[in-house]
């Protein structure tokens, strides 16, 4: 069993940048691979980010590539999202996810609770 706590969000305005940290108990962290994911109102949960267990393959979303950037610290149990140039439409719930397989889509097997990021125009 794994437990992970998403924290970092908040309210900026367009082009500025947020990082989000996702602290892991339980189970090795080093030995699962890592999603960040989000959902905005209405819409369904979309893939954002991920990261091999060793750090060393990182995938990104269309969307946010350029502007996002996944890490992992194993030491710490954690793993980031850097977020620049923030745009009104990366408003939404943000998620982090672990899994022993690394995946680009929402089929992980466990889940963080999630933590609100707010891009004013």
């Known amino acids: 069993q794994v437990q992970l706590v998403e924290s970092g969000g908040g309210l900026v305005q367009a082009g500025g940048s947020l990082r989000l940290s996702c602290a892991a108990s339980?189970?090795?962290?080093?030995?699962?691979?890592m999603g960040w994911f989000r959902q905005a109102p209405g819409k369904e949960r979309e893939f954002v980010a991920a990261i091999s267990w060793s750090g060393g393959g990182t995938y990104y979303a269309p969307s946010v590539k350029g502007r996002f950037t996944i890490s992992r610290d194993n030491a710490k149990n954690t793993v980031y999202l850097q977020m620049n140039s923030l745009k009104p439409e990366d408003t939404a719930v943000y998620y982090c996810?672990?899994?022993?397989?690394?995946?680009?889509?929402?089929?992980?097997?466990?889940w963080g609770q999630g933590t609100q990021v707010t891009v004013s125009s």
């Open positions: 996810a672990a899994d022993t397989l690394l995946k680009v889509h929402g089929d992980y097997d466990y």
């Open positions: 339980g189970r090795t962290f080093s030995s699962y691979a």
